[in-house]
C-alpha cells in the first residue's frame, strides 16, 4: 500500500514519526469536513496524507530550512511510490507546510498548471493548520468539528490535555488557509459538555 510506504520513508529521515502521523491524522480530519469549500477528491485526499507524513523529513538537515530540503527530498527520491506529477504535489505542500505560502516567484510552483497551483494552495493550507494543532508534537488533540461559517470556519478540538499553544499555533498558521478559503479560521477547544 502507497501509504505504509511513504510512512516507512518517513520514518527513515523525520526525528518525530508520531507526530507526523499526528498531523496526518489532523490534516485528513480536516481535508473531510472541508470538502464543502475545497471539492478535491480522493486522489487529493492521498497527496495530502503523503504530504503530512513526509513534511519533517528535511529535519535529518536540522531545523533551518527543513521545509525546502523535505522538498527536494520528495522530489530527488525516486523509491517513493509516486507518479512525477504526484511527487511534484506532494513536494510543495510539504514545502509549504511552514513559512513562506505559495507563490509564482517560486519556479516550481509556477511551473504548475492554474488547476495544480489551486490543488497545492488548497492543501498547504490544511497542513499548515494541521501541524499548529500538533506544535507541541504531544498528540494533545484527540479529534476535531469544523463549522462551516460564511464569514468563518469554526475548528473545535477534543483535547487529551491542554490546548492553548496548539490553538495559538494553528490560528497564526492559518494565514494561508484565510487566503485560500476566504475566511477566517477560528480554532477553539471544546468544553466537557461538547460546547465551544
Not at 21 to 27: D, G, N, T
Not at 78 to 98: G, N
Request: glycine share 6%; with cysteine; aromatic share 4%.
Amino acid at each position: 500500500m502507497k501509504r505504509d510506504e511513504v510512512a516507512a520513508f518517513a520514518a527513515r529521515y523525520d526525528p518525530d514519526p508520531p507526530h507526523a502521523r499526528q498531523v496526518e491524522r489532523l490534516s485528513l480530519l480536516l481535508f473531510d469536513a472541508l470538502a464543502p469549500l475545497h471539492r478535491l477528491g480522493e486522489a487529493e485526499r492521498e497527496v495530502l496524507s503523503s504530504a503530512a507524513l513526509l513534511h519533517d523529513i528535511g529535519w535529518v538537515g536540522g531545523v533551518q530550512g527543513h521545509h525546502k530540503r523535505s522538498c527536494l527530498m520528495v522530489l530527488e527520491d525516486k523509491t517513493l511510490p509516486f507518479s512525477d506529477e504526484e511527487r511534484t504535489l506532494v513536494a510543495l505542500v510539504a514545502r509549504y507546510h511552514r513559512r513562506a505560502l505559495p507563490a509564482r516567484k517560486h519556479p516550481l510552483f509556477a511551473a504548475l498548471s492554474p488547476e495544480d497551483q489551486a490543488t497545492v494552495s488548497a492543501l498547504a493550507a490544511i497542513l499548515r493548520v494541521a501541524d499548529g494543532l500538533d506544535v507541541g508534537h504531544a498528540g494533545a488533540v484527540a479529534g476535531l468539528a469544523c463549522t462551516l461559517g460564511e464569514e468563518a470556519v469554526t475548528v473545535a478540538l477534543t483535547p487529551c490535555g491542554p490546548v492553548d499553544a496548539e490553538v495559538r499555533a494553528a490560528e497564526k498558521k492559518g494565514d494561508l488557509f484565510r487566503a485560500i478559503y476566504r475566511r477566517d479560521l477560528v480554532v477553539r477547544p471544546r468544553e466537557q459538555n461538547g460546547q465551544v
